[in-house]
């Protein structure tokens, strides 16, 4: 039975659109699995904001854009962001290793420590995230 809420997606090479090389052919599921394709974009959020508030869309959308610009702004400067309730960013160091190349498993390749950015949900989010 094929779900009409997921697209299939080729296992093979990527094609130059996004997805992949998506297939509309629904005979030919065998040789797919299912992606399913749920996210909220940040256009989404704007529009939602505004309807929800009265504010108009440009202002939201500048709010939101200061938003993540400060937050990536104290990320870069090293300093985590807790927002209470929603959750925190946190940089983590991560350490210099070694990897191989799984082609050439006899070639060893040294990984450079880097920083990342970890999200730790908050108390609430995850409540009502897991029910």
């Given at each position: 039975m094929v779900n009409n809420d997921l697209d299939p997606v080729w296992l093979g090479s990527m094609m130059d659109d996004e997805w992949g090389a998506v297939v509309r052919d629904r005979a030919l599921t065998c040789s797919f699995f299912y992606r399913e394709v749920v996210f909220m974009t940040k256009r989404e959020m704007v529009v939602r904001i505004a309807e929800e508030t009265g504010i108009i869309q440009q202002d939201v959308?500048?709010?939101?854009?200061?938003?993540?610009d400060l937050i990536v702004d104290s990320l870069e400067q090293g300093r985590n962001v807790e927002l209470r309730n929603f959750g925190v960013f946190q940089l983590k160091q991560r350490k210099q290793r070694i990897g191989r190349n799984p082609n050439r498993p006899e070639q060893v390749v040294e990984i450079p420590s880097r920083r990342t950015v970890k999200?730790?949900?908050?108390?609430?989010?995850?409540?009502r995230v897991t029910g």
């Open positions: 959308h500048e709010v939101i854009q200061r938003t993540l999200f730790k949900p908050g108390k609430i989010m995850k409540e």
